[in-house]
């Protein structure tokens, strides 16, 4: 069974960074598609990045691009978002996905909320 698990989330002020966290199991990780996708206040899901374990093959949403980065630790089945220089818009919850468009499977979610 494919269970992923978020972490890292929190308040944060705008221009600050965080670092989430996915925990992952049920599936071969270094050869599978991931992804963070997330949903604001009121909003639908948005896909944020994607990754590509095995060959690290990365691709970003225009309004993140050059403030996220999403990459893999494949040695310990755990796939990392590290946002800088947030923004008030950013604020959502943020999940994982076992697919690199988002689709498929999704953990609970960790909120991220940017506000002074």
């Known amino acids: 069974e494919v269970q992923l698990v978020e972490s890292g989330g929190g308040l ?3 221009g600050g960074s965080l670092r989430l966290s996915c925990a992952t199991s049920g599936f071969t990780f270094s050869s599978s598609h991931m992804s963070w996708v997330r949903q604001a206040p009121g909003k639908g899901l948005e896909w944020v990045a994607g990754i590509n374990s ?4 990365t691709e970003y949403q225009h309004s993140v691009k050059g403030r996220f980065i999403i990459y893999t630790d494949n040695a310990d089945n755990t796939l990392y978002l590290q946002m800088n220089s947030l923004k008030t818009e950013d604020t ?3 999940y994982c996905a076992s ?3 988002g689709s498929g499977t999704r953990g609970q979610g960790t ?4 506000s002074s």
């Open 12 to 14: 944060v002020q705008p």
């Open 111 to 114: 909120q991220v909320t940017v």
């Open 99 to 101: 697919s690199f468009d």
């Open 54 to 57: 095995a060959t690290f093959y």
């Open 92 to 94: 959502a919850v943020y």
